[in-house]
């Protein structure tokens, strides 16, 4: 029997915990289990409204977002969250990378499928520790974003897309002086 | 004489060689050429290797998916993005530099020096800021301003000059601060399980230096 399948255009979100598994291989699976906890209250804490939390995806999450603008605003907010959550000398470390994309994604019931679900996370693995990696897709779809500096790091190939894919790092304006 | 371009290497597979010379005419050899009205230039390639001679201080982007890129003279902004293959930047202004696996060596950096990698060893000369970002590949800079390193597992090694502001962290990986210079410096490191050594007296006047490792070891010496 087929399931109930549709699609509608949103941003698609995917966050990953950098050194997961040396940080439970070191600390234990308690210690894990609280990582987990302390990104999940992060991103809820990011989330604005519209937005939402597909699945959490072991030490990942993905997420979704009816605007463009507010994924990449929420996500380069993600980090802020953390960093509050853990500020003192014995928090582990917790740095999430994250991968912004806009598609048309299929929806099966409350999962997302597809090949821009597919490049979103590729484009997630590629970002460093604490960092917010856009595509160009994206960016354009979200038009100007007051605070938010984005620097072009060009084209990448990722496993699996035929074309280079433009990529934008997304960080929070600096004034300088 | 040319004046510097902007130019974009986008090639699947290849070896990239670019040598900037000042005065030089673009020349390219091994791709096709597309000139746009902005001034930028594609350069694209179904062959294993492409040589681009350039004006001194041009800035070039390369993105590939395999095969080594080297870099020679002084370009202006140099951004690669790679997934394998060695990379290596003789001297720019700016750079920014992602792999996924592959050596990463940079001789000199004006200006801002980033390199994010999976397993890549990465080497930065001189740099005025650097930022390095790796999962498992060993990181060095031998002389920074200021100097920021982040890896998962692997070792941290950074120069830092008397006026330097150092912020290295790393989940399971040893820290190492070479202040040179004989002033003392202002220092806050912490390792949860591992030892830390502070070999430079504590003081004002001289760098600042912030480490922390989980697990690994942290000293701070003189360079």
Same mark, same amino acid.
């Given at each position: 029997?087929?399931?109930?399948?549709?699609?509608?255009?949103?941003?698609?979100?995917?966050?990953?915990?950098?050194?997961?598994?040396?940080?439970?291989?070191?600390?234990?699976?308690? /210690?894990?289990?609280?990582?987990?906890?302390?990104?999940?209250?992060?991103?809820?804490?990011?989330?604005?409204?519209?937005?939402?939390?597909?699945?959490?995806?072991?030490?990942?999450?993905?997420?979704?977002?009816?605007?463009?603008?507010?994924?990449? #605003?929420?996500?380069?907010?993600?980090?802020?969250?953390?960093?509050?959550?853990?500020?003192?000398?014995?928090?582990?470390?917790?740095?999430? %990378?994250?991968?912004?994309?806009?598609?048309?994604? %299929?929806?099966?019931?409350?999962?997302?499928?597809?090949?821009?679900?597919?490049?979103?996370?590729?484009?997630?693995?590629?970002?460093?520790?604490?960092? /917010?990696?856009?595509?160009? #897709?994206?960016?354009?779809?979200?038009?100007?974003?007051?605070?938010?500096?984005?620097?072009?790091?060009?084209? #990448?190939?990722?496993?699996?897309?035929?074309?280079? #894919?433009?990529?934008? %790092?997304?960080? %929070?304006?600096?004034?300088?002086? | 004489?040319?004046?510097?371009?902007?130019?974009?290497?986008?090639?699947?597979?290849?070896?990239?060689?670019?040598?900037?010379?000042?005065?030089?005419?673009?020349?390219?050899?091994?791709?096709?050429?597309?000139?746009?009205?902005?001034?930028?230039?594609?350069?694209?390639?179904?062959?294993?290797?492409?040589?681009?001679?350039?004006?001194?201080?041009?800035?070039?982007?390369?993105?590939?998916?395999?095969?080594?890129?080297?870099?020679?003279?002084?370009?202006?902004?140099?951004?690669?993005?790679?997934?394998?293959?060695?990379?290596?930047?003789?001297?720019?202004?700016?750079?920014?530099?992602?792999?996924?696996?592959?050596?990463?060596?940079?001789?000199?950096?004006?200006?801002?020096?980033?390199?994010?990698?999976?397993?890549?060893?990465?080497?930065?000369?001189?740099?005025?800021?650097?930022?390095?970002?790796?999962?498992?590949?060993?990181?060095?800079?031998?002389?920074?301003?200021?100097?920021?390193?982040?890896?998962?597992?692997?070792?941290?090694?950074?120069?830092?000059?008397?006026?330097?502001?150092?912020?290295?962290?790393?989940?399971?990986?040893?820290?190492?601060?070479?202040?040179?210079?004989?002033?003392?410096?202002?220092?806050?490191?912490?390792?949860?399980?591992?030892?830390?050594?502070?070999?430079?007296?504590?003081?004002?006047?001289?760098?600042?230096?912030?480490?922390?490792?989980?697990?690994?070891?942290?000293?701070?010496?003189?360079?």
């Amino acid at each position: 029997m087929a399931s109930s399948v549709s699609t509608s255009s949103g941003a698609i979100v995917f966050t990953d915990i950098v050194g997961f598994t040396e940080l439970t291989e070191a600390h234990g699976d308690d /210690v894990a289990l609280s990582l987990v906890e302390r990104q999940e209250r992060a991103v809820h804490a990011s989330l604005p409204a519209g937005a939402r939390v597909i699945k959490a995806l072991g030490d990942g999450m993905l997420l979704w977002f009816e605007r463009a603008d507010e994924a990449i #605003v929420a996500s380069v907010r993600l980090q802020a969250e953390i960093d509050a959550d853990g500020a003192d000398d014995d928090a582990l470390p917790l740095w999430v %990378r994250t991968g912004v994309h806009w598609g048309t994604p %299929r929806w099966r019931g409350d999962d997302i499928i597809g090949r821009d679900v597919n490049l979103a996370s590729r484009v997630t693995a590629l970002a460093a520790a604490r960092e /917010v990696l856009c595509t160009d #897709v994206v960016v354009a779809r979200a038009g100007p974003m007051p605070g938010i500096e984005l620097t072009s790091l060009g084209s #990448v190939y990722v496993k699996g897309i035929v074309d280079a #894919v433009p990529v934008l %790092r997304a960080e %929070r304006l600096t004034v300088e002086g | 004489m040319g004046d510097p371009l902007h130019i974009r290497i986008t090639v699947r597979s290849a070896r990239v060689d670019v040598r900037a010379v000042t005065g030089a005419d673009l020349a390219v050899e091994g791709g096709h050429v597309t000139r746009h009205r902005d001034g930028a230039v594609d350069v694209t390639s179904s062959r294993s290797a492409i040589e681009v001679v350039c004006p001194a201080g041009s800035s070039v982007t390369v993105s590939t998916a395999s095969g080594s890129v080297t870099t020679r003279g002084r370009l202006g902004v140099v951004r690669v993005v790679t997934a394998s293959g060695r990379v290596e930047v003789e001297h720019a202004e700016e750079i920014e530099i992602r792999t996924v696996a592959g050596r990463v060596e940079v001789g000199e950096c004006a200006g801002s020096c980033r390199v994010t990698s999976k397993s890549s060893r990465i080497e930065v000369g001189t740099a005025n800021v650097v930022e390095l970002s790796s999962t498992s590949g060993r990181v060095s800079v031998r002389q920074a301003d200021l100097a920021s390193a982040r890896t998962v597992s692997s070792r941290i090694e950074i120069g830092a000059t008397s006026a330097a502001r150092v912020s290295a962290h790393t989940i399971s990986g040893r820290v190492e601060v070479r202040v040179l210079g004989r002033l003392p410096a202002r220092m806050h490191l912490h390792s949860r399980t591992g030892a830390v050594e502070r070999k430079v007296p504590e003081g004002e006047g001289g760098a600042h230096i912030e480490a922390s490792s989980t697990s690994g070891s942290i000293v701070v010496d003189r360079g």
